[in-house]
């Protein structure tokens, strides 16, 4: 088991899901969590879950001003920074090409890669003022092996991906840069993917009653199953890790399993 003690993690997207499932672990094994979310009333719910350990941030990972306000707010604190997990995205609604809105355009590589840009601009300053770090980003399985009518969101993951592996050049040796690519997990980021909420309850239907859906391995990816794979990169265990997009889809990814 990983221990984090004496560690402060920040964690973007932390208020549900992935993130909350996250910030649960990394506290559990001894870490300081700083829960930033633009959902602030569910970031300060989750923070009186874990306790002193953890503080609420809201922020908005679009604007520079309120990314640097979220990160010097993990330093005054918790006293610094060392590990910084960029989980905040969201989907594009699957559409045809021809019919996706520009501006859903806009809103998905603002969120899902500027996002990530603006967090890791600010927050490696602090990462270096420890000594260094973990840069950690959450990518997608549709990175890898995309779907058709996804393209724009599969687009911006896989722009997660290329920028985890410049980054990983650029930062070497002393902060490492991974990213993390899961498979379809049913939380509430897939209203983002069906606003129709008759889509979104069949696509659920189908989900429970094919466990595997199109997966080998025939299970469903938890959130812990990514929390788990943050948690072993983050730690000195992955200490030659860096520059890798690891996928979390029981090998989806992997190819035709007919």
């Known amino acids: 088991m990983q221990n984090f003690q004496g560690k402060v993690i920040l964690i973007t997207g932390a208020a ?18 700083v ?6 009333a569910g970031a300060q719910r989750l923070a009186h879950e874990i306790g002193k350990n953890a503080l ?7 604007d520079a001003a309120s990314v640097e306000a979220m990160v010097r707010a993990a330093e005054e604190e918790f006293g610094g920074l060392d590990v910084l997990v960029n989980n905040a995205g969201i989907s594009n609604p699957k559409a045809k090409i021809e019919e996706t809105l520009e501006a859903n355009f806009d809103r998905v590589f603002d969120i899902n890669i ?24 959450s990518a997608s399985v549709a990175a890898l092996v995309p779907r058709k009518h996804s393209a724009i969101y599969a687009a911006s993951k896989g722009a997660v991906v290329t920028f985890t592996r410049a980054l990983s050049l650029e930062l070497a040796p002393t902060i490492r840069v991974n990213c993390v690519c899961p498979g379809t997990i049913d939380t ?9 909420g008759d889509d979104l ?6 989900l429970h009653s094919s466990p595997g859906h199109g997966v080998p391995m025939e299970r469903l990816i938890q959130t812990s199953d990514v929390a788990e794979a943050f948690a072993f990169l983050a730690s000195d265990a992955a ?18 399993a007919s």
């Open 16 to 33: 549900g899901g992935i993130g909350a499932t996250t910030a649960k672990l990394f506290a559990e094994r001894g870490g300081k969590v």
């Open 35 to 40: 829960l930033a979310d633009r959902d602030e």
């Open 56 to 62: 609420p941030v809201a922020v908005d990972v679009t």
């Open 114 to 137: 500027k996002g990530i840009y603006l967090c890791t601009r600010y927050a490696v300053p602090a990462l270096r003022r420890r000594g260094g770090g973990v840069i950690l980003n």
């Open 188 to 196: 509430d980021f897939m209203a983002t993917v069906f606003p129709d």
């Open 201 to 206: 309850a069949s696509f659920r239907d189908r």
């Open 239 to 256: 200490s030659s890790i860096s520059g890798i997009a690891l996928p979390i889809d029981g090998a989806r990814s992997a190819g035709d």
